[in-house]
């Protein structure tokens, strides 16, 4: 058990004046959720905003409401690694799961792959900003010519990242953004839903409205969370919750069994100033991926870590590790000196356990190798110049004849 000084491996901290501009949204109530709604529609300049209570939540409401347009349909095409929320949705929505592979040197789908993809029962595919790293959505429009399946934008990692001036979220036909613990931006948990689509609004509209509020014992709930996380997510203590087993930081875990609400007015208060508040982390974390790419000798590998020549604020920064025996001492040593080093998904969506059989005699080899090869490193606003020179002298150790996730 460690004691001391931890970085946590993702942070957007949540300062003691959001809470109090939490408590105050609680007394406005719906007039906070009107106006947390109507900025982020007029930042990413689109026509319709859902605010619910997850990520996950808004996944799932989204492919609840497709269902609704396209009976007929009742799959949900994905990557083969990405976050397990992501079949716990498709599972909850009633659907089933299709897997594509994705490419060797990042995240994206296989194109090639997914060009020989049927789509006569394909109801959604999902192109998927993982770790903050864009997607191809275009591509993904262009290759899938049936206009029955729908380009569901998982940006639920990449808030504030755009691509050539267009934000993500708003590139497929609806998009959807996580507010939970370690992403962009945070709200303790929270899902946003983007769509310029009219049709795919009101059937979102029908099935946001049936949803239950936050009662007093939910919104208590958060209010405990937002404060442990203020004051717990320092370095200075983190090591605290991360030897609490029974909080599970860090696990990934399967479970289509979640909640879904809308948001509710505390958590549309935590969001006070929300796109200064992001720009401005997104801004430090661009300027440490600047950092480790430097302390790593890494060129600045363009579509992967930078865009336009400005490094994208990748919430955590993928690092490929190819040695296995390397890969296990780097972790042993984040554990033991609390440096925020991180595995990733511990299997392929194929081999998580409880999907075991659905996908019958296919392998996807690049999945597969992600899970044994990748880490991430900390890019947080807590990460300091010190902790980049340090750590960068045991990650380059570990790297040896390695590569980062966008070097094949």
């Excluded at 875990?253 to 208060?269: K, V």
Aim: proline share 6%.
């Amino acid at each position: 058990m460690r004691i001391g000084r931890t970085l946590p491996p993702a942070a957007a901290h949540i300062a003691l004046r959001d809470i109090a501009a939490g408590f105050a949204a609680m007394l406005d109530g719906p007039g906070a959720l009107d106006r947390f709604e109507r900025e982020v529609r007029e930042y990413f300049g689109v026509k319709h905003c859902f605010l619910v209570s997850s990520g996950q939540a808004a996944f799932t409401l989204i492919l609840t409401a497709l269902k609704t347009l396209f009976p007929s349909r009742d799959e949900v095409l994905i990557p083969a690694f990405t976050c397990f929320s992501v079949p716990s949705s498709i599972v909850r929505a009633g659907l089933r799961i299709r897997l594509c592979d994705v490419r060797p040197d990042c995240f994206d789908f296989d194109f090639a792959q997914l060009s020989t993809v049927s789509t006569d029962k394909v109801l959604a595919v999902v192109p998927t900003h993982l770790f903050g790293v864009p997607a191809d959505v275009e591509g993904v429009g262009r290759l899938i010519h049936d206009p029955g399946v729908t380009v569901v934008e998982d940006a639920a990692q990449a808030m504030g990242e755009s691509v050539a001036a267009r934000k993500l979220g708003t590139l497929g036909d609806v998009g959807f953004f996580s507010l939970g613990r370690g992403k962009a931006l945070s709200c303790v948990e929270g899902g946003i839903i983007l769509t310029n689509r009219d049709d795919i609004a009101d059937a979102l509209r029908g099935v946001v409205q049936r949803l239950p509020r936050y009662g007093l014992l939910s919104v208590s709930n958060l209010v405990l969370k937002s404060t442990a996380l203020s004051i717990l997510s320092h370095p200075r203590l983190f090591w605290l919750p991360r030897n609490l087993p029974f909080l599970k930081l860090g696990e990934t875990i399967f479970d289509p069994h979640f909640p879904i609400m809308r948001m509710s007015a505390y958590q549309a208060g935590l969001a006070r100033n929300w796109s200064v508040k992001l720009e401005r982390l997104r801004n430090i974390r661009r300027r440490n991926v600047m950092r480790w790419l430097a302390a790593l000798h890494v060129a600045r590998i363009e579509g992967v870590y930078t865009h336009g020549g400005q490094a994208l604020g990748l919430p955590r920064l993928p690092v490929r590790i190819e040695d296995a025996q390397a890969r296990r001492s780097l972790l042993r040593e984040s554990a033991s000196r609390g440096l925020g080093v991180m595995p990733v998904y511990p299997a392929s969506v194929s081999a998580i356990p409880q999907l075991k059989g659905a996908f019958g005699s296919a392998v996807f080899p690049a999945a597969e190798r992600c899970v044994r090869e990748l880490v991430t490193l900390p890019t947080h606003a807590f990460l300091t110049e010190d902790d980049v020179a340090s750590l960068g002298k045991v990650v380059s150790g570990a790297l040896g004849s390695a590569v980062l996730s966008g070097q094949g």
